[in-house]
DNA sequence: GTGGTCTAGACCACT
DNA sequence: GTGGTCTAGACCACG
């Protein structure tokens, strides 16, 4: 479910916290499921259990999941979470598009790439 | 021209470099121009000259300018690069629209937002 | 009665002593009331008998109730704690006072938002 | 400046986030000035400079310092956050009183208690 | 010199 | 078994 890339420049902890947020806002882990405890992630992806440990706690810090102690953390209902995310992606999008235009990009090519949707 | 954010995470050489790629491929500074010497520019900041070194070292590296010995540093031609960075705009767009997408914003959202030209 | 909140960061054994503190200390259940049992509250609260154990052995120990084998968890006689835990309540609230008036709140903004008797 | 108390339960980075920030708010500290660098915070108190490094991430997190790699912490202009906590004091006494009443305690002797201001 | 990340290993509280 | 805290020590990037 997570992967850990070596090459990214970001630290792991990061990495892990961004992966995991994806996955609950995206619904591919719902409220109420338990996260792999810190031990056991920790040995899978071969890292130091305070790695876990310290993502797991931004995660919280965030209102992602919450933890109980002596049974494990938890996802939270995040759904206000997601219009948060939503907005932001609009708003980064919108940022990005002026930017882009001030170097001289024509705003039809943008449009034109996003209907177009993909493209590379 | 340039002002350092000391709340800004970035390390301060790169903070630099970015700033002043922005005002090259703008064409604010032009080919040919001659930028502040790095001595000049590290008193104007308040900051230590091997920090401006290092950015117009990395400057040099990425084609944005040249240096000779003795003279200064000089605005390379950066027709090039310009499109470069034009092409590289278009695409980090486009994959931020794909993402936002999988997050389920309406792709007719974000053109809106875009003709609008502005913040969501 | 007693609800655990999974997101509350104290062990559940508090927040039943505490909850169960509350209900005493206010008079909801009295002297001489049996508690439920042992089985009984951690079948309605699904969770480990040995936590609600936990927790009574707790209360017995602050003289909140007392255990007759056999037979059950009874309410104790807790006139004077309920004084001690009434001063205790105006000390903390005093020493509050203090620190918000270090902070520079004025003392008679407090007065009054006691006064209306409500949040601020 | 700062003094670590080990019979207090609470972590130890927390005792020095809440105490900086005690510091912070009431200006003791001011807006611009340099924190102790970690190693010399964590040497002069005699605990793992990781403990203190956790202290000043959380700090950061929360607006009340910045940090500039390579050059330490400093501290934020929290103009704001001192309007936040005097409301947030405020709030809490009046949760506190409430709390109070319904053990039975009498309004008027808190009244009392507070424009005596202190007793213990 | 500064802070940031990560590892290894210990100990504790809770269930 | 679970998570939370702390220590010790290493390595890196930045200035």
Redesign the interface.
Known sequence: MIVIDYKDSRPLYEQITDKMKDLI??GIIRSGDQLPSVRNLAMELSINPNTIQRAYAELE?EGYI??????GN?V?DVGSL?ED???Q?????????????????D?E???N???E????
């Open positions: 806002l995206k810090r919450y933890t109980v102690k002596g049974r938890y939270s997601v995310r939503k907005m992606l609009r708003k980064d999008i919108c940022d990005r598009v002026v930017c882009a235009v001030e170097f001289g990009v705003i090519d943008i449009l790439d996003i209907r949707r993909g493209q590379a």
